[in-house]
């Protein structure tokens, strides 16, 4: 089954940190960007960050610049999103996909992921 799996979302504090992981099964992650998006409950679905197939280059929104990372390991076939000075307003469902390009990936073209992740819930509350 051709599909990607997110992981390590929960509950921190203000000020904390998560390490999200998304592995892809069934397919080799090498041939695609992969890009991490998030959608809070009453609002629309907004781009964090994408990383391109070579891992050379990388995007954030504005909102997380400078507080998380993405990074790959083609070996692992897995993609990281490490998140830190967590704020309540990272609060979300957070999802991974993959696609020929980032551009495709976070939703900036009329061309859909070729694979989407089902979610991992993200929650920074004191």
């Known amino acids: 089954q051709l599909q990607l799996v997110e992981s390590g979302g929960g509950l921190v504090q203000p000020g904390g940190s998560l390490r999200l992981s998304c592995a892809a099964s069934?397919?080799?992650?090498?041939?695609?960007?992969i890009g991490w998006f998030r959608q809070a409950p009453g609002k629309e679905r907004e781009g964090v960050s994408c990383?391109?197939?070579?891992?050379?280059?990388?995007n954030y929104a504005d909102s997380v610049k400078g507080r998380f990372t993405i990074s790959r390991d083609n070996a692992k076939n897995t993609v990281d999103l490490q998140m830190n000075s967590l704020k309540p307003e990272d609060t979300a469902v957070y999802y991974c996909?993959?696609?020929?390009?980032?551009?495709?990936?976070?939703?900036?073209?009329?061309?859909?992921?070729?694979?989407w992740g089902q979610g991992t819930q993200v929650t920074v509350s004191s």
């Open positions: 990383i391109s197939t070579s891992g050379g280059s990388t």
């Open positions: 069934g397919f080799t992650m090498d041939y695609y960007a």
């Open positions: 996909a993959a696609g020929s390009s980032c551009g495709i990936v976070l939703g900036t073209t009329p061309e859909e992921p070729d694979y």
